[in-house]
């Protein structure tokens, strides 16, 4: 399999019409609930970025997989039939996506990820202020 894309939509195009199918509902989805995320290629697989990576998904034998691991504790339970050991989600191909689910983890990462960037920005301001 090729493993130097420069785009998702490189990567979606190697797998097969079904699986293509697949792949652009996920990422339809995530662009939904994150407009302001940009796409990329990290770890050879789709990634979208909003301060630093969102979330990564890919397509294997047997399903989707989609990292990194849910921590929303509002969002642990929805997750769990879908949890793999390492805690990254896996959602088997011959059952319906839950694209509403992946909506709603996507929404909490962007959550996740602006407070991250808003207590670093606090922070800096804070050793800014402290050397006035």
Same mark, same amino acid.
């Given at each position: 399999? %090729?493993?130097?894309?420069? #785009? ?7 797998? =097969? ?6 792949? &652009? ?12 995320? =940009?796409?990329?290629?990290?770890? &050879?697989?789709? #990634? ?12 294997? %034998? ?9 921590? *929303? $504790? ?6 769990? $039939?879908?949890? !793999?050991? %390492?805690? !990254? ?5 011959? &059952? $319906?996506?839950?694209? *509403?689910?992946? /909506? ?8 996740? !990820?602006?407070?991250? /960037? ?5 922070? %800096?301001?804070?050793?800014? *202020?402290?050397?006035?």
């Amino acid at each position: 399999m %090729k493993t130097d894309f420069r #785009t998702i939509d490189a990567y979606i195009a190697t797998f =097969s019409p079904p699986i293509q199918a697949l792949l &652009q509902q996920v990422r339809a989805t995530i662009r939904e609930a994150a407009p302001d995320a =940009s796409e990329t290629i990290s770890y &050879q697989i789709p #990634t979208f970025t909003l301060h630093g990576n969102l979330v990564h998904f890919a397509a294997f %034998k047997a399903h989707l997989g989609m990292y990194p691991p849910v921590r *929303a $504790p509002e969002l642990l339970d929805a997750v769990a $039939p879908y949890a !793999n050991a %390492k805690g !990254n989600l896996r959602f088997p191909l011959d &059952q $319906p996506l839950p694209l *509403a689910l992946i /909506a709603r983890i996507v929404a909490a990462r962007v959550r996740e !990820n602006r407070e991250r /960037a808003e207590a670093r920005a606090a922070k %800096k301001r804070g050793r800014r *202020a402290g050397r006035d």
